[in-house]
């Protein structure tokens, strides 16, 4: 029998980037602890950018140039619109731990403490709960404030020849 063990691939292992939640095996042990289950960087990165977008006050995540060339890349056919949910969110996963690190835009208006508590505090409770990894931290560096008068305006749809 072995232990639950949590490991996070390292090194010139093939499996970098990924956590592995290994179980008991045997015939006396619980199904579900039977077999290996891996918990790759990006899926820990689109969990917290995920639920930073949920907490109010906050208008997007990533950084100046990021969001520009995410709103480029997102226009282009084919361009990998997916990207956008982890756009501002960086995360090292560790044997049993992670660490978050995001670039949020607030709203204009809105106490950034609070706004920044609420964040820390979903994403703690979101990743910890679908990964079982302990979140020991979630660093925010809030890039911007989004003005009411800043919204994107959209390109007329009509051509220039009528």
Request: aromatic share 2%; glycine share 16%; hydrophobic share 40%.
């Amino acid at each position: 029998m072995t232990e639950n063990i949590t490991s996070v691939g390292g090194g010139n292992r093939p499996d970098a980037g990924v956590s592995a939640l290994k179980g008991r095996t045997g015939a006396g042990a619980p199904a579900e602890t039977r077999g290996k289950t891996t918990i790759a960087d990006g899926v820990v990165a689109k969990i917290a950018g995920m639920a930073a977008r949920e907490v109010p006050g906050i208008y997007s995540l990533g950084a100046g140039m990021a969001r520009a060339f995410g709103a480029m890349r997102e226009r282009v056919p084919g361009g990998g619109g997916g990207g956008a949910v982890t756009r501002g969110v960086k995360v090292e996963v560790g044997e049993r731990q992670a660490a978050v690190d995001l670039d949020v835009v607030v709203e204009y208006g809105v106490f950034i403490v609070d706004v920044a508590g609420g964040v820390r505090t979903n994403v703690i409770s979101a990743v910890e709960r679908m990964t079982g990894l302990e979140v020991v931290e979630v660093n925010i560096a809030v890039d911007d404030v989004h003005l009411p008068d800043e919204e994107e305006q959209a390109e007329p749809d009509e051509g220039r020849v009528r």
